[in-house]
């Protein structure tokens, strides 16, 4: 089915396709320049280092819904090793990590989705191949991720600990949200989304965080964000946009808006909670973020270990 009119209406309005040039393969990232490492730089005042990972371990978000996505599956292949045959010598353990690229706190790489045949700047969604992976946009275009990052926090907005489940975030929530911070996100800002409903994977629910509705972006966001030229956008979900989606004849327009029109790197189970208590103890709601992926050749996507300074 193709896509609805004012989607693609909306597509066209967002578009940076051409922005930084015809080969560009990074989008929103060249916004990251020297003023916002700067501001990011500024905004670490107290020296606070917040992680935002979730671990990567058997009790990760992925029930199997999404064909081929793993959680993590830790294998030693060496323990206590006598390499020289003495146990009096060097002796060394090692093991191997398997796991689905998005399946943990991850960024998405704009060569993620695609439709009528393209990505991100008109690179062509046939340059994803099963010998080499993304040809064009892939995770290891991204050199690094480290700017200001402004927390909005939705749910402490709204007065409550958790978004309700399939709760749609609007373009009046993130208002919201900044009123409540108190500052504005800039060119080149990192924005963390903060929905609550991570709380259900800390506690082990992970049917409820996973399979069943989610609070998330709506497509009445994106032009929100466009506006204020933000670099990256991550959230506290699986989705990043709510689930099921506002269309049940559209799968996933944020995504197709975000990663494909406008090149906007999208991360997602993200753990905002730890900072949303922080943030709202010292009143501030701006950190420097470090958040560089890992430069998998080809990668769609990859595990990233953020961590927020104040």
């Not at 275009?141 to 402490?156: E, K, N, W, Y």
């Not at 709760?167 to 911070?181: F, G, K, P, Q, S």
Request: proline content about 5%; charged content about 20%; aromatic content about 4%.
């Amino acid at each position: 089915m193709t896509l609805p009119t004012d989607l693609r209406d909306l597509a066209a309005q967002v578009s940076n396709w051409g922005r930084w040039g015809e080969a560009d393969e990074i989008g929103t990232l060249n916004l990251i320049d020297d003023a916002a490492v700067q501001r990011g730089v500024a905004a670490a005042r107290g020296g606070a280092r917040i992680p935002l990972a979730i671990r990567l371990d058997a009790n990760g978000p992925q029930m199997g819904n999404i064909p081929g996505r793993v959680n993590p599956l830790h294998t030693m292949v060496a323990i206590n090793t006598a390499y020289t045959g003495d146990i009096g010598d060097f002796c060394c353990s090692d093991d191997v990590l398997t796991l689905g690229l998005q399946s943990c706190t991850h960024w998405d790489a704009l060569a993620h989705v695609s439709y009528d045949g393209l990505l991100y700047n008109g690179h062509p969604a046939s340059s994803v191949t099963a010998e080499r992976g993304a040809g064009r946009c892939g995770i290891h275009r991204v050199t690094s991720i480290v700017t200001r990052g402004v927390l909005l926090d939705v749910a402490r907005a709204r007065g409550v600990d958790r978004l309700d489940p399939g709760h749609t975030i609007t373009e009046d929530d993130l208002e919201a949200a900044v009123e409540l911070a108190g500052i504005r996100p800039e060119a080149g800002d990192a924005v963390l989304v903060r929905t609550g409903h991570m709380a259900l994977l800390k506690a082990r629910q992970r049917e409820q965080y996973t399979l069943e509705p989610q609070p998330g972006l709506t497509v009445g966001t994106v032009p929100w964000m466009r506006r204020h030229d933000v670099a990256a956008v991550a959230i506290d979900t699986m989705a990043m946009e709510v689930y099921p989606c506002e269309d049940a004849n559209v799968l996933f327009p944020v995504h197709l808006l975000q990663l494909r029109d406008m090149g906007l790197t999208q991360g997602q189970n993200f753990d905002l909670e730890e900072l949303s208590a922080h943030c709202a103890a010292d009143g501030t709601y701006e950190m420097l973020l470090v958040a560089n992926p890992e430069p998998v050749t080809g990668g769609t996507g990859a595990p990233t270990s953020p961590v927020a300074v104040k």
